[in-house]
Nanobody, 125 residues
Framework: QLRLVESGGGLVQPGGSLRLSCAAS????????IGWFRQAPGKEREGVSC????????IYADAVKGRFTISRDNAKNTVFLQMDRLKTEDTAVYYC??????????????????WGQGTQVTVSS
């Protein structure tokens, strides 16, 4: 059964850091780009970052550029999102999703076919 499972969320103070993980099972990640999305209470889901199947620098939403870093370890079938200098506005449920193709090109939801259940990130003092 194909699954994506996020972990690493929690409560952190503003300026702090968290590292999210997205572990895949039931398929080999190295054929697909993987994206991170988030949804804050009362807001629409938004794309945060995406990394192509072979890795590289990834793409980022303007709101997180320079603070978040996406990476992947295909041998471990896992993608990571390092989040530094967190702000209160980063509070949201974070989801990873498998893109239908191997490269990143935006964050249209229908381009992503499998989604994890999410992990809560709360940034608060």
């Amino acid at each position: 059964q194909l699954r994506l499972v996020e972990s690493g969320g929690g409560l952190v103070q503003p300026g702090g850091s968290l590292r999210l993980s997205c572990a895949a099972s039931g398929f080999t990640m190295d054929g697909y780009a993987i994206g991170w999305f988030r949804q804050a209470p009362g807001k629409e889901r938004e794309g945060v970052s995406c990394i192509s199947n072979r890795g590289g620098s990834g793409i980022y939403a303007d709101a997180v550029k320079g603070r978040f870093t996406i990476s992947r370890d295909n041998a471990k079938n896992t993608v990571f999102l390092q989040m530094d200098r967190l702000k209160t506005e980063d509070t949201a449920v974070y989801y990873c999703a498998r893109r239908r193709l191997s490269f990143c090109l935006g964050y249209r939801a229908h381009d992503y076919d499998y989604w994890g259940q999410g992990t809560q990130v709360t940034v608060s003092s």
